[in-house]
């Protein structure tokens, strides 16, 4: 009877098998409400931009290798994406393959940017000027300009990842209202501040508006 009662103990201590373990990362982004598909533009961004954060300053190396064969197209898409941001070139060659044969046009295009990035796989990078998406071929011509580039890229999209993002201060700028004042840095590596310029000159601010 003393046995049966300190073996029901110490099943009581450990933890129960169908106790859920925390989802990672991309476990959240798979399963997120609104996926990045086109009719979500204005659906979710918020929760799919700081994720993408998490994702990338995580450096989840394996995780990341891993999901390039993942079912969901978001994922690999994902998972491609941070591999380029994160220079792992032993993923160059998955990367490359999943550029030649893979059937979603959002992992083809991360694929092709993630290549650029690396500056690795030129001749794939050359074919893919030729896919049959054009939004591919686009990427495929700025990625091929990466090779004469005499910037990191992919250093410097670290380094601004590394920065962080904050929720509140998210979707700020509102048309019809003054500009909110951030920094950054610009593509040839200088600070920033838009309260510096704002209403002496005029400015044009141009940020890419696809997200995956």
Not at 56 to 78: G, P, Q, T, Y
Not at 93 to 122: C, H, N, W, Y
């Given at each position: 009877?003393r046995?049966?009662l300190?073996?029901?103990?110490?099943?009581?201590?450990l933890p129960?098998?169908?106790a859920?373990?925390?989802?990672?990362?991309?476990?959240?982004?798979r399963?997120?409400?609104?996926?990045?598909?086109?009719?979500?533009?204005?659906?979710?961004?918020k929760?799919?931009?700081?994720?993408e954060f998490e994702?990338i300053n995580?450096?989840d190396l394996a995780s990341l290798?891993?999901?390039l064969?993942?079912e969901?197209r978001?994922?690999r898409?994902?998972?491609?994406?941070a591999l380029?941001?994160?220079?792992?070139k032993?993923?160059a060659?998955?990367?490359?393959?999943?550029?030649k044969?893979?059937?979603?046009?959002?992992v083809?295009?991360?694929a092709?940017?993630s290549?650029g990035?690396?500056?690795?796989q030129?001749?794939?990078i050359e074919?893919a000027k030729?896919?049959?998406?054009?939004?591919?071929?686009?990427?495929?011509?700025?990625?091929a300009?990466?090779?004469?580039?005499?910037t990191?890229?992919?250093?410097?999209?670290?380094?601004?990842f590394?920065?962080?993002?904050?929720?509140?201060?998210?979707?700020?700028a509102?048309?019809?209202r003054?500009?909110?004042?951030?920094?950054?840095?610009?593509s040839d590596?200088?600070?920033f501040?838009?309260s510096d310029v704002?209403?002496?000159k005029?400015?044009a601010i141009y940020?890419a508006?696809f997200?995956?």
């Amino acid at each position: 009877m003393r046995q049966l009662l300190g073996l029901t103990f110490l099943l009581f201590l450990l933890p129960s098998a169908s106790a859920q373990e925390p989802s990672s990362l991309l476990d959240q982004y798979r399963n997120l409400e609104y996926p990045p598909e086109a009719e979500n533009f204005d659906k979710g961004w918020k929760d799919r931009v700081a994720l993408e954060f998490e994702i990338i300053n995580e450096r989840d190396l394996a995780s990341l290798r891993s999901a390039l064969k993942d079912e969901n197209r978001f994922v690999r898409a994902m998972a491609v994406r941070a591999l380029g941001i994160l220079a792992d070139k032993a993923s160059a060659g998955p990367i490359a393959q999943l550029l030649k044969e893979d059937p979603d046009f959002i992992v083809r295009t991360r694929a092709v940017e993630s290549l650029g990035l690396l500056k690795m796989q030129r001749e794939a990078i050359e074919l893919a000027k030729k896919d049959r998406d054009g939004g591919v071929r686009w990427s495929a011509g700025l990625a091929a300009d990466e090779f004469e580039s005499q910037t990191d890229n992919a250093a410097e999209l670290r380094r601004a990842f590394a920065v962080g993002i904050k929720r509140d201060e998210m979707d700020l700028a509102k048309v019809g209202r003054p500009a909110p004042n951030f920094t950054a840095t610009t593509s040839d590596g200088k600070p920033f501040k838009l309260s510096d310029v704002l209403g002496k000159k005029p400015i044009a601010i141009y940020f890419a508006a696809f997200d995956c």
